[in-house]
């Protein structure tokens, strides 16, 4: 690991980390390290220099001060020449993340003196049309409310695998594999497996069942705008839709469409990438997805460590509690420093 002389920092957009920021710029004044952040956090983390993106990516590490959703961003920020990424926890759960903030700066001493292990993660290059990005959770196929449902038939390696017809299809990486597929039935991956899973999420017809593919396979995703079309599709042999213009331009539209105001199940999905929202996909449209290997680089102080605190959070995610009635079995010291944590 290269010697750290300048520190990008990514900030979670709407929690106050004015603390743990000030204990970064402490730590580096006195260790002649240049702090970086993003022209849109320059007044949220004032001593640090403002920089485009491209620059802030081009640090010699990473801090990421947020929850997981934070530590995404970072890690994509990164991926076409990644860089150690340090997640310091400002959320709740925090499976990506390493560290809480009263552990940073032994965490920085450590990470200045490569005295840490380097974790390799990931990502899914993803297509659709003439719009790429990439995703180190997942990739989710999203039915509108009110629309019709996500049709779409699967085609890996060229080959005609089968039909969708459900409410989402997930793929996720093996770092996905404990978010959104988790949540609809999907299985756990070991993170040192290179692999994805493909998750349909309140299947009618079609796949049923998460499927698990190698590494190497090349995914498409053609949509339908009913299944009606699938049987024609399958028996051509072809894949279905063509690749150019997938994405219609800005966010989710929030109004129905003209197919829905005709009564017609027309299936205009949500394409989502770690759970940002990409756009909506036209019918005929088709996504390919494939995995990169070693696009992230997360630092971890404690390996073991942090497969025992991500094997005890799942755990907690499988009992019937709200957050509420799981504090209430905790040690009352230990209720007390989670809420000196969340506090404003």
Known sequence: MAKVETLGLVLHPTRDVTAVVSTVLAWAAEHDVAVRVGVADADRAAGARAVPDDELAGSDAILSIGGDGTMLGALRLVADDPRPVLGVNMGRLGFLVEIEPPELVTALNRLATSDVTLEHHSCLRITAGGDGCVAFNDLALSRRPGDGTVNAILTIDDQQYGYFRADAVIMATATGSTAHSYSAGGPLLSPATDAVVITPVAPMSGISRPLVLGAGERVEFSLLSDVGGVSDGLRGGKNVGGGSDGLREGKNV??????????????????????QVLGELEPGRTVRAELRRDAGLVVRLDVRRHRQRSQAKLSLLDLPLLPDQLRELLPPQVRDQLARRESP
């Open 254 to 275: 929030g109004g129905p469409s003209d197919g829905l105001r005709e009564g017609k199940n027309v299936g205009r999905p949500v394409i989502e990438a770690d759970g």
